[in-house]
Every structure is written in C-alpha cells, then in structure tokens.
C-alpha cells in the first residue's frame, strides 16, 4: 500500500512508478516500482551502476520517454502536488525547462552546434518568461555570469564547438536556469569532464542550489560525488530502489548488501596496498530478472529465501527504505 | 575564405586539363568518324578525303588536340562545328535556356517535395506513408527515367492527351506561357520523379540520424514545442549534407538530360551532346563536355562554400 499523504515540504513525490520498454524481444521492466521523494532545498542523489534504470527515472519525471518503445505503466509523479502525468502535453512544455530543468551527461553534444550560445539560452527565457529578444539576451548574460564564464559577452556570440567541455556544461547549467526551476535535475553532470572541472561544475551547482533555492535531483554512479553533494540518497539495483536514506546513514551504516559492496569498491587512500574490491558478477538481464532478490546471484548473504521470493520495500525508520529480507522475521526463521 | 577559393580554383585547373585530354582520346579513338555521314556508295573516296582534310582529322591525333586547345587557351574560342561550321559556344549557348528552363524545374520541385517527405518519414518512422515513400523512392531510384518518360508519354499525352507529346512549343510566333508550361509538365515530371526518389531518401536518413542526438533531447527538456524541436533544432542540421547532394546535381542544370532531352524533343543541352556524338561532332563533344567538367568543379567548390556557411564548425584557411 502507498501512502497517499504527501508532505508540504515536498516537491517531487514518485510512488510505485514502472516504467517499461516494449522491444522485440519482450518488455523490459527497465523501472520497476519506483518511491521516493525529493524535499524542498535538499539534493537526492540516485546512485547505481549502468543499466540500474536511474536515467530512465529522470526522464519519466520529464516525461521524455521515449514512445514507443518506453511507457510509463503504473504509478504516479507529483510535482509540487499534481500528477504530471495526467498534465497535457502543452501543460508539461510548460513545467520542462521552466520549472522543472534538465542536463546531461554529455556537454560536447547536448547543445545545438549550428546555434550560437547566445540564443540557445535566451530561446529558453523567451519561451518561458514571455521576454522580448533583447531582455532575453540581456538575461542570457546575467545567467552567463551567474554560472561563472569568463568574458560572458563574447561568449554570447560563440557557437559550442569553440568552448570548452566545462564551458559547455555551465552553459547548460545557464540554460537549465532560464526558468527559474523549483528543481534541477542533473543526469551524471560531471562524468564526461576532467577531475578539476568536475569540483568546479558541483561547487557551482551547490551555490547555485543555495541562491536559488532549488532542489537538485543528482544521477550518478560516482559515490565520491554523493559524499560531496547530497543530503540523502537513493541506491537503484535491477530498475528498483534497494535503499535509501540520509547521507550518513548511507555512508556510516549501510543496510542493503549492495550499498555495502558499492562502498567498499570505493578507492581510498587508506587501501594503498590492498587490491581495488569488486562485487561479483554483473547486473542481471532486465528481460529475465530473476523471481526472487535481484540482487541474490552476487550477494554474499544470500540464502535460498533470497533466490526465491522478491523482499519488499520496508520502513526502518521514518527516513530510511530498505528492499532486503535481512531485516525481517523471516531473515532468522 | 578567398585565398580558399584561390586555392580550389588553382587546382582545378589540372583537372580539367586530364579530363580534356581523356575525352579527346576517348572520342578520336572510337569507331567511326565525322566524315561516316558523308559516305555514299556511289560517291569517290577522294571526296571524302577532302572533307577529312578540310575538317583537320586527317593529322595525327596529338597535332588535333594541340590546335583545338591551342585556340582554347589563346582566343578562349572552342572551335567550329563540323556540322555547319558555326561557332562551338554559339551553339552551346542558344541551347542553354531551354536546359535551364527544364532541370530548374525538375530540381526545383524536387527539393520542395522531397526534404518535407524526408522528414516526415524520418520523424514517423515505420508508419504507413513511410513505407508507402518508401516503396516509390525504390522505384523510383531502380527504375530507368527513359522507361518513366515513354510510360508518362504514353499515357498521358498519347492515350488521355492531356500533355503535348514532345517539343518544348507550339510556335514560334509569339510566347504563350500556359503553352510553354504544358509542354515543360511532362518532361520535368519524369526528371523530378527521380530526383525525389533518391533526395527523399538521403533527407530520411540525414534526419533519423539527426532526431537522436543529444542536442534535440535538450531540445525537448527545455520545453519546446515539437514543431520547434524537429524543425528549428533538428532540421538545421539535418539539411546539413543534404546540401552537398544538391549541390552535385546543379551541373545537370546545363548539362542536360540526354536521355529525356532526346526523347522528349527538348532543344537543350543534352540534345546537343547526344546528336554531336552521333554525328562524331568532335568539336561540339569537346565543347559540352568541357563545360559539363567546368560545372562540376565549381558546383563541388559551391557546395563546400555552402557548407562553411550553414555549419559553424566548417572554416577554411585557418589552421
């Protein structure tokens, strides 16, 4: 059962959300039952490895799924309250980019490379602030300046392939801001760049969390990233949530076997000699999860019960979710 | 940019050069020679002998090449036909309008018609219409445009007699537009029917790859409309190579199609070529295909300028 009550200082609030995609060789449960919220000020990181499904959430919350072949089957996405899924298409163009904005992974191809800078971003305020082109430009440089470019103006006038990689992501940055969004959602924002630009681009995005009072929806697979930037966190395995809870529960005291394993594949400095730790195995085929825990073939605890029966979601206190029969009765049975 | 063009236009020259001598080769060591139409049974070979010797053919081949572009390169003058003595150029240029009139249309028409059939296959991918272009671009491409052009003949000028057989007028007299676009209909049409065939499909294609890049998701995430995405965002770039495709065919503006033109009694360019070549016209051959070469290198430097101006990230001449 759902809980229905949705608290007020919540902005985006996902509830048993499935999304899956119908290819020819069968449906690929690529979300599958998917519940957390995202508070107001606060950054959720979703972590898990390729193919756990956390871009295609972020996309069912924009509601660019792809369709065919993906469709959203079951649940519901309120944002700020309403379901964004019984908005019209009109409705949504009018939340993306506005109050709802997106970036991705891959600055060097995420901006049009036949359009200036410039009017990449001023054709998101026009749209959304209802500006004229001059004010939008004017606008443009503000958010130019905002988000840390040097020599603004002349970048106004440069097409993308003249920046650089950081460059381009603050200009997305900039343009994910046009609308003044309630919430930002960030899909691996730093993956593609250079470790110096990448605390550049996180330390920008947290300032700009604070002055702008946003909330950060942050997609990554790097836990060195979490540890920096969220204050609570969702780990997906095999399309679902596996754990979530604040940043130090997750760090400290880690429930889920998987959250455990992907610590412990964290380097540090501390492990100078010792070998990089790994978990076994790879991520199951979506088309054939198995019946039981997803994460059953590479867990060290698994017993028959695991391989067996799917362990539900459950409540270990008001701020921590765990999908794992190690916390229940039937754990010692 | 102009030291660019400097360059290309330099080196262009060469070519051409080649390409001269290939054609000079090619057409004086084929079977036959302009003095076949004079032969008659009953006529002395010494006649013919003559008219060989007034024409120059009868020197070796190298001294026939050395004066046609010895007159070329000294005068800019490409000679006089062996058929009625006239000026090369003159009779190149009195058939131009006709070639203009013609492939202007066909290729007119079938940017018109094919880019928006390319897009719309390529955004409704694997719906019904897009098969059904599909299927005509096939046919279109596979099937020859003289086997189209006898069919549309056929039956629409022979059998419903909507559309003058062939020509490209009814009288000299005096011009009458609506008679001129009559006769035009069909042999543009048949033209144009191919050119859509293979355009609509490079179009298709250029836009399938273009709708799944990142930039038009972002697009999308910014909220626009999906009129905006595909044809402000998308389309942009989709036309991108489609332009290079254009640009190649614009030499057949002048050049003609020798195969329509013919069948369709069109007094263009590529009549000329086709009669010359039958008659072993050297000097008219020489002429058409010189310029046809001409036009193919300054359409491709055309397009390679285009190029720089639609895509921001193509310069030339900077390092």
């Not at chain 1, 004010?135 to 006038?157: D, F, M, Y």
């Not at chain 2, 018109?112 to 991918?125: C, D, N, T």
């Not at chain 2, 590529?270 to 020489?286: N, P, W």
Request: with cysteine; glycine share 6%; proline share 5%.
């Amino acid at each position: 059962m759902v809980t229905t009550s949705v608290k007020t200082d919540t902005v985006v609030s996902v509830k048993d959300l499935k999304t899956y995609f119908y290819t020819e060789d069968g449906v690929v449960p690529v979300i599958d039952g998917v519940s957390f919220d995202v508070r107001k000020g606060e950054t959720l990181a979703i972590v898990g490895e390729s193919g756990s499904g956390k871009s295609v959430t972020s996309l069912s919350i924009m509601r660019l799924i792809p369709t065919p072949p993906g469709k959203i089957v079951n649940g519901d996405i309120l944002f700020q309250n309403e379901s964004l899924l019984e908005k019209s298409d009109k409705e949504m163009r009018q939340i993306r980019g506005n109050k709802i904005s997106m970036i991705f992974q891959e600055p060097m191809t995420s901006l049009n490379p036949v359009y200036k800078v410039g009017d990449q971003i001023s054709e998101s305020i026009m749209l959304h602030q209802k500006a004229s082109k001059k004010e939008a430009t004017a606008e443009a440089l503000n958010l130019l300046n905002l988000v840390g470019i040097p020599e603004p103006e002349r970048r106004l006038n440069q097409y993308p392939h003249e920046l650089s990689g950081g460059m381009r992501q603050r200009v997305m940055i900039a343009m994910a801001l046009a609308g003044r969004p309630d919430l930002l959602i960030a899909d691996e924002p730093t993956t593609a760049l250079d470790v110096t630009i990448q605390n550049q681009i996180l330390q920008l995005m947290k300032d700009l969390k604070a002055k702008r009072d946003m909330s950060i929806v942050l997609i990554t697979h790097d836990l060195g990233v979490v540890a920096e930037m969220a204050d609570r966190v969702v780990v997906m395995y095999g399309g679902q949530v596996v754990e979530q809870g604040d940043i130090f529960t997750i760090f400290e005291a880690p429930k889920h076997p998987y959250t455990e394993g992907l610590l412990r594949s964290m380097p540090t400095a501390a492990k100078k000699n010792g070998k990089l730790y790994a978990i076994e195995g790879t991520v199951p085929n979506p088309l054939h999860f198995p019946v039981g825990c997803r994460f059953a073939e590479r867990c060290e605890y698994a017993k028959d019960l695991c391989r067996q029966e799917m362990p539900q979601i459950q409540n270990l206190s008001e701020d921590e979710v765990v999908r794992c029969w190690k916390y229940t009765d039937r754990w010692e049975a | 940019m102009p030291k660019y063009i400097i360059r290309r236009t330099l080196q262009s020259i060469p070519l051409l050069f080649i390409i001269s001598i290939i054609t000079f080769l090619l057409m004086t060591l084929a079977p036959g020679d302009p003095t076949a139409v004079y032969k008659n049974p009953e006529g002395k070979p010494q006649n013919l002998e003559m008219i060989k010797k007034e024409l120059g053919v009868d020197q070796p081949i190298y001294v026939q090449y050395y004066k046609w572009i010895k007159l070329l390169v000294l005068h800019g003058n490409l000679g006089y036909s062996f058929q009625d003595g006239r000026p090369v150029t003159e009779k190149i240029m009195e058939r131009v309008p006709a070639t203009l009139e013609l492939m202007g249309t066909a290729i007119v028409i079938s940017i018109l018609v094919a880019i928006p059939i390319g897009v719309y296959s390529a955004v409704k991918q694997y719906s019904l219409l897009d098969y059904i272009f599909t299927a005509y671009s096939f046919l279109g491409i596979a099937v020859p445009s003289f086997f189209i052009a006898l069919v549309v003949m056929l039956v629409f000028a022979m059998d419903l007699g909507w559309f003058p057989v062939s020509g490209m007028r009814s009288s000299y007299d005096h011009f009458n537009l609506w008679d001129r676009v009559h006769h035009l209909f069909l042999p543009a049409m048949t033209l144009a029917f191919g050119l859509i065939a293979s355009k609509s499909r490079f179009m298709r294609s250029s836009m399938l790859e273009v709708i799944k890049q990142d930039y038009v998701r972002t697009a999308r995430a910014k909220g626009l409309s999906e009129r905006k995405v595909i044809f402000k965002h998308a389309l942009r770039n989709g036309l991108i190579p489609i332009i290079t495709i254009i640009a190649n065919r614009l030499p057949d503006l002048f050049g003609g199609a020798l195969f329509i033109e013919t069948i369709f009694a069109w007094p263009g360019m590529g009549r000329l070529s086709f009669s010359a070549i039958f008659i072993r016209d050297y000097q008219v051959i020489m002429g058409t295909t010189l310029i046809a070469a001409v036009l193919v290198v300054l359409a491709n430097l055309l397009a390679d300028i285009l190029y720089a101006f639609v895509d921001p990230r193509i310069q030339y001449g900077k390092s």
